[in-house]
């Protein structure tokens, strides 16, 4: 079964800084894809960046970016120039591409502060 | 708009009284699921749907029944809720194929007393 590990419960930055949450996964599979949601105090689950295993080129949008490893099975998330409203919890995903079910295994996820 | 709504946000019920959450999306998606998010636990998968009709266990069915009667709607039914089953529980939907990303709704807090 695949699991999917986030090392950091908790992170802090200050604001305009750049912050990197970590997650590692487990698969047999090689074709995948990883996302990265945001769960602010709403608790809407909101997809920050995603990447498809079979790209070697990692994943930007805007301040996100991901540093993906597939050979260690990582997927980091850095986020840059941090903002006041990045604070939130960031839960790590893991979809397998085939199969009939398109189950997201998720980590435990990690709590961002941004400090002013 | 493009959503997936949740029905009732928040509620707080007894031990062993049916309820039921309903899901609702206006993206003419296929695939719906329904997670449960605990503390320290992340989400997980409670029950899916690939389309009208067709239903399949998650990780964590028990105590939990789906249903699939018309394309939009997913409701989550509880039909004796037991303590255990206090959570946050989300609805998802996505078209099939492809890594298009799931869309989820506002979540339903859940408190069984």
């Known amino acids: 079964a695949q699991t999917v590990t986030q090392s950091q419960p908790e992170m802090s930055v200050q604001e305009a800084e750049t912050v990197t949450l970590s997650c590692t996964y487990d698969?047999?599979?090689?074709?995948?894809?990883l996302f990265w949601y945001k769960q602010p105090p709403s608790r809407q689950m909101i997809l920050v960046i995603r990447?498809?295993?079979?790209?070697?080129q990692n994943a930007t949008e805007n301040r996100f970016s991901v540093n993906f490893q597939k050979a260690a099975k990582s997927f980091s998330l850095k986020i840059s120039d941090s903002q006041l409203g990045d604070a939130a919890m960031y839960f790590c995903?893991?979809?397998?591409?085939?199969?009939?079910?398109?189950?997201?295994?998720f980590g435990k996820g990690t709590l961002l502060t941004v400090n002013p | 708009e493009a959503q997936v709504t949740q029905n009732p946000r928040y509620l707080i019920t007894v031990t062993g009284k049916k309820l039921t959450v309903t899901c609702s999306q206006n993206?003419?998606?296929?695939?719906m699921s329904w997670y449960r998010q605990d503390p320290g636990l992340g989400l997980r998968q409670i029950y899916y749907?690939?389309?009208?009709?067709?239903?399949d266990k998650g990780d964590v069915p028990e105590g939990y029944k789906v249903s699939r009667k018309e394309k939009r709607n997913f409701p989550l039914i509880l039909e004796s809720p037991s303590p255990n089953q206090t959570s946050l529980y989300f609805c998802?939907?996505?078209?099939?194929?492809?890594?298009?990303?799931?869309?989820f709704g506002p979540g339903t807090r859940l408190l069984v007393l």
């Open positions: 990447q498809e295993a079979y790209k070697q």
């Open positions: 749907s690939m389309n009208v009709e067709v239903t």
């Open positions: 998802a939907s996505s078209i099939q194929g492809g890594w298009e990303t799931q869309y």
């Open positions: 698969t047999s599979e090689s074709d995948y894809y």
């Open positions: 993206m003419n998606h296929e695939y």
């Open positions: 995903a893991y979809r397998f591409s085939g199969g009939s079910n398109y189950k997201l295994t």
